[in-house]
T-cell receptor, first 114, second 113 residues
């Protein structure tokens, strides 16, 4: 158990649906991250939040909308996704975003877009 | 943008053989981290290297950071079936103001008993 939880673990959605992914960290960290992991591709950083402020948007399409209401919770709101968005979405946290501390990953949400 | 290349993509070894994965960055790194992801699991932090030429050991695992801070390697001595998984390197470009990691594509290690 890494102290980072994600729900749901699996999600199947149509291209017209709206859904949200949830991440919670119990480590007292100040930074949280969303990554996308596709088959045969490196982990892609999507968003970085530091103390609830977004500090990085790595050219992510607007159909992905993050929300960080506090330093323990992170959401990824999804709407009008494409089949190529099917992937494992990983949340991570670290002590601080100001320095490259080790990152603790959650178990991920396996997303399938039909 | 920064790219981190990792080779080989796959490695199959017999239990007891050694294993090495290499990581190369297109830019100088301020640090490099290594992660392991078991099949069906999530990445788990192994180690971080910061200094030029740094070498760190964890039991049978040896990590090196190149003198120019643009490459790194992970060597496993006498592999065991528990070493199975994907090994990722991840670097932070020099001058980055926060911990933005760029991951390599990983090396998938299988160990035959």
């Amino acid at each position: 158990e890494t102290g980072v939880t994600q729900t749901p673990r699996h999600l199947v959605m149509g291209m017209t649906n709206k859904k949200s992914l949830k991440c919670e960290q119990h480590l007292g960290h100040n930074a949280m991250y969303w990554y996308k992991q596709s088959a045969k591709k490196p982990l892609e950083l999507m968003f970085v939040y530091s103390l609830e402020e977004r500090v990085e948007n790595n050219s992510v399409p607007s159909r992905f909308s993050p929300e960080c209401p506090n330093s323990s919770h992170l959401f990824l709101h999804l709407h009008t996704l494409q089949p190529e968005d099917s992937a494992l979405y990983l949340c991570a946290s670290s002590q601080d975003a100001g320095r490259p501390y080790e990152q603790y990953f959650g178990p991920g949400t396996r997303l399938t877009v039909t | 943008g920064q790219q981190v290349m990792q080779i080989p993509q796959y490695q199959h070894v017999q239990e007891g053989e050694d294993f090495t994965t290499y990581c190369n960055s297109s830019t100088t790194l301020s640090n490099i981290q290594w992660y392991k992801q078991r099949p069906g699991g999530h990445p788990v932090f192994l180690i971080q290297l910061v200094k030029s030429g740094e070498v760190k050991k964890q039991k049978r695992l040896t990590f090196q950071f190149g003198e120019a801070k643009k490459n790194s390697s992970l060597h496993i001595t006498a592999t065991q079936t528990t070493d199975v998984g994907t090994y990722f390197c991840a670097g932070t470009a020099g001058g980055t103001s926060y911990g933005k990691l760029t991951f390599g594509q990983g090396t998938i290690l299988t160990v035959h008993p």
